[in-house]
C-alpha cells in the first residue's frame, strides 16, 4: 500500500502562512499526491492536488520535491476557518490512501 | 452545487443485525466510493464501483457486501454487525472521464453505531 506521513499536530497563528509537510518516500511514478481537509464528524474536502509540478488554487499551493518524496501543502493566510485535519493522500489507481493526517490549529 | 448524499446519517443497530447504507453521488459521476474511519482513525478504503462494476476492493469485511445500481446510486449492506462495526461511513463520488487523477468528492456519512 502506498503510505504517507505527517505529524500528528500544527500550530499556527492566524493571518500567517502555514506549512504542511508530507513524506511519501514509497510513491510510485504514477501515485497522484492529493490533499484534503476534514472537520469534525464531516466528510473529507478536496483541497488540491498534483502529480510533478507545484500547484496552486484559491485555497492553497502544493510543493512538491523535485524527487517526488515529500510535498508541502502551503496556506498562505491561515484563518479560523482552516482548522482541521489535514490528510496528505496517495492515489494509486482508483484508491486512496489515507495517512494519518494532521491536526491544524489555528490561533486567533 | 448538489453534493453527495447519505442516508440515513445515523444508524443504531444490535449486534448481529443487518445495516443497509445508501449513497447517492453526484449527477453525472460515475465512480462510487465507500470508506470506513473509525473512532479517531483516518478513513480506511472498503470498496468501489465504476459503471456498476466493482472496481477496487480495499479492506471490506466478508460480512459486507456493496453494489451499485442503473441510476449510479449504491447501498453499502452489512451483516453480522459486530461492535467494531462502529464508525463513520462515507461514501465519495467521482466522473472517470476526467482521468484517474480526479478529484473525489465525499458525502457527509452516515455514522452506525452498533451496541
Known amino acids: 500500500d502506498a503510505k504517507t506521513t505527517q505529524p500528528n499536530s500544527m500550530e499556527s497563528n492566524e493571518e500567517e502562512p502555514v506549512h504542511l509537510p508530507c513524506n511519501h518516500s514509497t510513491i510510485s511514478g504514477t501515485d497522484y499526491i492529493h490533499w484534503y481537509r476534514q472537520l469534525p464528524s464531516q466528510g473529507p474536502e478536496y483541497v488540491i492536488h498534483?502529480?510533478?509540478s507545484n500547484v496552486n488554487n484559491r485555497m492553497a499551493s502544493l510543493a512538491i520535491a523535485e524527487d517526488r518524496k515529500s510535498s508541502t501543502l502551503i496556506l498562505h493566510r491561515a484563518t479560523l476557518r482552516d482548522a482541521a485535519v489535514y490528510y496528505c493522500i496517495l492515489r494509486a489507481g482508483n484508491q486512496f490512501y489515507f495517512g494519518t493526517g494532521t491536526s491544524l490549529t489555528v490561533i486567533p | 452545487a448538489a453534493g453527495v448524499i447519505q442516508s440515513p446519517r445515523h444508524l443504531i443497530k444490535e449486534k448481529r443485525e443487518t445495516a443497509t447504507l445508501k449513497c447517492y453521488p453526484i449527477p453525472r459521476h460515475d465512480t462510487v466510493y465507500w470508506y470506513q474511519q473509525g473512532p479517531g482513525q483516518d478513513p480506511q478504503f472498503l470498496i468501489s464501483f465504476y459503471e456498476k462494476m466493482q472496481s477496487d476492493k480495499g479492506s471490506i469485511p466478508d460480512r459486507f457486501s456493496a453494489q451499485q445500481f442503473s441510476d449510479y446510486h449504491s447501498e453499502l449492506n452489512m451483516s453480522s454487525l459486530e461492535l467494531g462495526d462502529s464508525a463513520l461511513y462515507f461514501c465519495?463520488?467521482?466522473?472517470?472521464?476526467?482521468?484517474?487523477?480526479?478529484?473525489?468528492?465525499f458525502g457527509p456519512g452516515t455514522r452506525l453505531t452498533v451496541l
Open positions: 498534483g502529480l510533478t
Open positions: 465519495a463520488s467521482s466522473s472517470q472521464g476526467l482521468g484517474h487523477a480526479d478529484t473525489q468528492y
